[in-house]
């Protein structure tokens, strides 16, 4: 798939994570451990450009959730990398950012089908395409429109939860337990703290 074979290969999956929930979760480790990545970074994002910043939690607070949904697990790793570069943070930017910061990494996209249908809007998406790998979860319910044939996106079968972020800060506004939806040690942390609650 890459001619930079002796580079170390990490996926980037980008997200708000707001909260961090076990979709997140098995997409992560499933990148991390059925394709060729080495490891793949968590990356939590201060403020995507196309969603409202109004129901972001803190940043330090989801990247701390991150990390204890983490835990121990050596393939993943939570990133804050994006928190020091300009708002709103835009994944061309960051990849530059981590290229310079980072020489003797290959760095390579994860995101989901419906991300990809969209993606002729991001900022320099054609030198996202051109010059990165990018490493797609099918959706089920998005065609994946006609970029899904260019030569450096590549399709996988991850398992698919149908748990949104938002549907776990209501429960946790309305006072409905978020067990289960999230890793135990974040679903700990969320019922000791105010985070969603207000």
Not at 90 to 119: A, S, W
Not at 149 to 161: E, R, S, W
Request: charged share 25%.
């Amino acid at each position: 798939m890459s001619d930079q074979t002796n580079k170390k290969k990490i996926g980037l999956f980008f997200g708000s994570f707001n909260p961090i929930h076990i979709g997140h979760m098995i997409i992560a480790n499933y990148m991390a451990t059925q394709t060729d990545l080495d490891k793949v970074w968590l990356v939590v994002s201060p403020q995507n450009p196309l969603k409202p910043k109004k129901s972001l939690a803190r940043d330090y607070d989801r990247l701390h959730l991150v990390r204890l949904a983490i835990d121990d697990n050596t393939n993943l790793k939570a990133s804050n990398i994006e928190f020091d570069l300009p708002k709103p943070s835009f994944t061309i930017d960051t990849l530059i950012h981590l290229k310079e910061q980072y020489p003797d990494y290959e760095f390579v996209l994860i995101m989901g089908g419906d991300n990809l249908r969209t993606l002729h809007k991001w900022k320099n998406y054609e030198i996202l395409l051109r010059d990165y790998q990018i490493y797609i979860y099918k959706r089920p319910s998005y065609e994946l429109g006609e970029l899904a044939a260019h030569q450096n996106i590549h399709l996988f079968d991850a398992p698919m939860m149908h748990i949104s972020a938002s549907y776990i800060r209501k429960c946790i506004k309305s006072g409905h337990s978020v067990r289960y939806l999230v890793p135990e040690a974040v679903f700990e942390y969320l019922e000791s703290s105010n985070i969603y609650k207000k």
